[in-house]
């Protein structure tokens, strides 16, 4: 599996000011973060995933590889889950396009998310 940095967080996870807040409305999914740069600003980001199909969070402490995605979100190229959700449905498959983004946080673990694509707003 080819994995593909997409986009590199502006903060540090190590440093957040709080823990991530994470809200689902309808088939989308939003992390919030909080936390200083490196150049000790306080910076606020939203990272939206679009149109989610699936989601899955591990610990850092059950968190078996990183892909790369220390603080990043990395697209996971031809992954096993999608292989597996094409095989279950072809049609809706081909409908939605879904990728497979990742991204680890310090101390928090990794998230998965198979959705369509994803938005980063970001606020100094």
């Not at 440093?15 to 809200?23: K, R, T």
């Not at 999914?29 to 989601?55: A, P, T």
């Not at 790369?68 to 992954?79: F, G, K, N, Q, T």
């Not at 809706?92 to 938005?119: C, R, S, T, V």
Request: glycine fraction near 4%.
């Amino acid at each position: 599996m080819k994995s593909e940095i997409k986009y590199e967080l502006p903060v540090f996870s190590s440093n957040l000011e709080q823990d991530p807040v994470i809200e689902s409305k309808d088939m989308n999914m939003e992390i919030e973060l909080i936390g200083m740069d490196e150049e000790n600003r306080l910076r606020k980001i939203i990272i939206k995933f679009n149109s989610v199909l699936c989601n899955k969070h591990t610990s850092a402490r059950f968190t078996p590889k990183l892909y790369d995605s220390y603080d990043r979100i990395v697209e996971l190229v031809d992954s096993e889950w999608l292989v597996e959700l094409k095989n279950i449905n072809k049609e809706d498959f081909n409908y939605w396009n879904p990728k497979h983004y990742i991204m680890y946080l310090d101390g928090i673990g990794m998230f998965q998310f198979i959705a369509q694509g994803y938005e980063v707003i970001e606020h100094e």
